[in-house]
T-cell receptor, first 114, second 114 residues
Framework: AQSVTQLGSHVSVSEGALVLLRCNYS??????LFWYVQYPNQGLQLLLK??????LVKGINGFEAEFKKSETSFHLTKPSAHMSDAAEYFC????????????FGAGTRLFVKA | DTGVSQNPRHKITKRGQNVTFRCDPI?????LYWYRQTLGQGPEFLTY????????KSRLLSDRFSAERPKGSFSTLEIQRTEQGDSAMYLC????????????FGNGTRLTVT
């Protein structure tokens, strides 16, 4: 079964610093990978998705992620954190069973210090 | 695109009562998913519909839970004889066909069972 593991339930950075949120996936076939963001009391919003067209994927709000097959990783980065980036971030993989249900990691809460 | 709409946003109920939640997906999306999210966790898959057909149910979905999607439009999730362990955020999402089609989430219904 496919799964994702997010390393670190909490990450704290200073405003302007690099953001790095880690995600490793387990998949027996080329995966479809996603990052979603969730603000308090809201549903999840798509940040970006990997679809094998390119290993470096750019998303909204200046975020990007790099697919590394050799490391089975899909880490999320942003060069310079902004206060508005404080939220919970979820890495996700689409399962290869019928229905293509999306399987989520446990999430990483990002704190941004002024 | 009016987005995915969920009602109510919040529901407080006493243990043993029945509750029903509604989800209105994006109109052209034929796939609809229900997820449950507890504090500090990622969304957990409950069930999904392709048009009006319920094609998969998670083992998390006990006999007290039932979901419908009449006519392939809106969906309802009912919980009978609620228990305190049912307290969670219930998220609805919809998407187009295709493995790389992202989920579009509603803002969820937060259930508190007292």
């Amino acid at each position: 079964a496919q799964s994702v593991t997010q390393l670190g339930s909490h990450v704290s950075v200073s405003e302007g610093a690099l953001v790095l949120l880690r995600c490793n996936y387990s998949s027996s076939v080329p995966p479809y990978l996603f990052w979603y963001v969730q603000y308090p009391n809201q549903g999840l919003q798509l940040l970006l998705k990997y679809t094998s067209a390119a290993t470096l994927v750019k998303g909204i709000n200046g975020f990007e992620a790099e697919f590394k097959k050799s490391e089975t990783s899909f880490h999320l980065t942003k060069p310079s954190a902004h206060m508005s980036d404080a939220a919970e971030y979820f890495c996700a993989v689409v399962g290869n069973t019928g229905g293509f249900k999306t399987i989520f990691g446990a999430g990483t809460r990002l704190f941004v210090k002024a | 695109d009016t987005g995915v709409s969920q009602n109510p946003r919040h529901k407080i109920t006493k243990r043993g009562q029945n509750v029903t939640f509604r989800c209105d997906p994006i109109s052209e999306h034929n796939r609809l998913y229900w997820y449950r999210q507890t504090l500090g966790q990622g969304p957990e898959f409950l069930t999904y519909f392709q048009n009006e057909a319920q094609l998969e149910k998670s083992r998390l979905l006990s006999d007290r839970f039932s979901a419908e999607r009449p006519k392939g439009s809106f969906s309802t999730l009912e919980i009978q004889r609620t228990e305190q362990g049912d307290s969670a955020m219930y998220l609805c999402a919809s998407r187009l066909d295709g493995e790389n089609s992202p989920l579009h989430f509603g803002n969820g219904t937060r259930l508190t069972v007292t």
